[in-house]
């Protein structure tokens, strides 16, 4: 708390007995004439007298204030936010505690702790955390809502608690924060905490009530440590910056009581790839299929902005609501935006010769990796895709069949992609979830499970590599032969028709011609064939040794909350931004 007083005359002090200053800071006397100081003796000293301790002593703030997810609700969450999940035990929220992740955590943890450790500063003399957050500049444009917040504030004594306030220090040149009534606009920039929270039974009402009037509310719940839930804090951003910047929350004596770090933002992605949802039929139950997959995009559970389940009877528009929605609030979590735009389209399969091959069976899939690889194959080559249209499409195939659990669990597959190329991003979908979609792109984007401790299989990428270009070495033999025959066209007599040509017989020489040209053109697509899966193969490998080089930090399966994790699912670690933005810098493949 500072004061500051301006007389325009004289200030007279009398003081009958002693007269004492104390200072933790420093004591500065400034005149614009002379300083006069009469004293019967003087004593100067570079060991002050210790201060009283009832004269500086420290009171505690009234209460303490936690940004947490609005709503705990993750499916309205357009933005990211990551935290230690200390005190989350209080607040009876669905993300994980901080038991349950930090005592998981089976490698890097010394990296991954030190991360909170370095954000922490006191409040009450005890550690506080900050969560941090990341979003858009102009966020509100980029996901179609600004970032919400619910703050739950931890009081002990609601006569010191009753009309206190909640004030806000930020840069103004940076953001615009306040409290809203509407999810849209800044009602107020500091909040006043009023007698009524206490004294009415509709403030004790849960989110979801009927009776309530809006979601931007005020909650009072009565734990065992008193709660205050304001799901007001509404957070604009109209600039991109390199630092972190902090958003602090004072109570009316201008003492810190609480904190958020919002992360730069400068390094966000905006990719020009849109979604391209493929739907798999059968050829013997193409009707049947393509029904199946129908209802399983029309079932799918996702709300709109306003938190109510998005229902629509049309396909196509239920795909374009559904793509938005992920785009702007699932993969805003990422730090990514893509084009909303998407195209829907099928591919026919000859299941016959998959279940010949033992791919899939009558009702299942039975080798995921050999599927996806086959369906898609099929389907770039049948649509001529470009190498072009390859770097700005999300290839989704959606599958009428799935995988069975696995070892006599109840644990299924919910979708999967294969590494062939690290510009392709592909999945096939059996669950057709906006967060299962995420995951697999997550994938795709160079993103591991917590738990997968085990490095990727490089050695059978070298291997197939040296294939590779050992059919190159081969395929250069026959292009040389080529050159050979070419002689051989020119020089050849009449005389020497018709010849054996391997199991051909060239009876004379417009057929040789023909042959040669026909051998020409196909050694030349199989030597450029060849040439691009080598570069493929090579940035693959530079890719999985990237990917294993930059996770250094892993958790024991389901123990965190991470969209990469298969538990409840809110957002993502910092370090995981960190993966995604240095692959990308590298590989500039989003």
């Known amino acids: 708390m500072s004061r500051i007083r301006i007389v325009e005359g004289t200030i007279t002090i009398n003081t009958k007995g002693d007269h004492y200053m104390y200072s933790e800071g420093n004591i500065v006397f400034n005149a614009g004439g002379s300083i006069n100081e009469t004293a019967e003796s003087y004593i100067y000293s570079d060991k002050p007298l210790k201060a009283p301790e009832h004269f500086l002593e420290k009171k505690d703030v009234d209460f303490i204030v936690y940004p947490r997810v609005w709503l705990d609700n993750p499916m309205m969450m357009n933005y990211n936010l990551d935290w230690d999940r200390n005190k989350d035990e209080s607040f009876n929220i669905r993300s994980k505690k901080h038991f349950e992740i930090f005592d998981n955590c089976i490698r890097g943890k010394d990296i991954f702790t030190s991360f909170y450790e370095k954000a922490k500063i006191q409040i009450k003399n005890k550690d ?92 009072v719940t009565n734990n065992e440590e008193k709660l205050l839930v304001i799901n007001k804090l509404i957070i604009k951003c109209n600039q991109n910056f390199k630092k972190d910047q902090q958003i602090t929350f004072l109570n009316s004596n201008k003492e810190v009581v609480g904190m958020l770090i919002v992360k730069p933002n400068n390094s966000f992605i905006f990719s020009k790839r849109k979604f391209k949802y493929i739907k798999i039929k059968r050829k013997s139950s193409s009707i049947q299929d393509l029904q199946q997959i129908k209802e399983n995009i029309l079932n799918t559970y996702i709300q709109d902005e306003n938190g109510k389940e998005i229902r629509l009877e049309n396909e196509n528009s239920f795909l374009q609501k559904f793509t938005e929605r992920m785009i702007t609030t699932y993969f805003s979590k990422i730090g990514i935006s893509f084009v909303k735009n998407l195209t829907l389209d099928e591919i026919e399969i000859d299941e016959a010769k998959l279940i010949e091959k033992q791919i899939i069976s009558n009702s299942a899939v039975l080798k995921g990796s050999e599927y996806l690889d086959a369906v898609q194959k099929q389907y770039f080559t049948e649509h001529k895709i470009t190498d072009e249209e390859l770097k700005e499409n999300i290839f989704i195939f959606i599958s009428p069949i799935a995988e069975p659990s696995k070892d006599n669990s109840n644990e299924k597959a919910g979708a999967f992609v294969i590494y062939e190329d690290v510009y392709v991003f592909s999945s096939m979908i059996y669950n057709f979830q906006a967060d299962t979609i995420l995951h697999e792109i997550g994938h795709e984007m160079g993103l591991k499970h917590p738990f997968e401790i085990s490095p990727y299989n490089i050695e059978s990428k070298q291997y197939y590599l040296n294939q ?87 958790f024991t399966k389901r123990a965190t909350d991470t969209i990469m994790d298969y538990s409840d699912k809110y957002g993502f670690f910092d370090y995981q931004f960190d993966i995604i933005n240095k692959l990308n810098e590298e590989f500039k493949h989003i």
């Open 468 to 554: 590779l270009k050992s059919n190159k070495g081969i395929n250069e033999q026959n292009i040389f032969k080529v050159e050979e025959w070419k002689k051989d066209y020119n020089t050849r007599k009449s005389t020497g028709y018709p010849f054996k040509f391997g199991d051909k017989t060239i009876k004379d020489k417009t057929k040789w011609r023909t042959v040669i040209e026909e051998k020409e053109l196909e050694y030349s697509r199989e030597q450029k064939d060849l040439e691009n899966k080598i570069i493929s193969t090579q940035n693959l490998i530079l890719f999985f040794t990237k990917i294993e080089e930059y996770h250094k930090i892993y």
């Open 128 to 219: 506080y955390s900050p969560p941090f957050l990341r979003m858009f500049k102009n966020h509100d444009i980029v996901t179609g809502h600004d970032v919400i917040l619910s703050l739950f504030v931890v009081f002990e004594d609601v006569k010191k608690f009753v009309n206190g306030k909640i004030l806000l220090e930020y840069d103004n040149s940076v953001f615009d924060v306040g409290f809203t009534d509407d999810g849209k606009t800044i009602n107020n920039r500091e909040f006043l905490i009023e007698k009524k929270y206490f004294k009415e039974d509709y403030y004790t009402l849960n989110d979801y009530a009927e009776e309530r009037k809006t979601k931007y509310e005020v909650i």
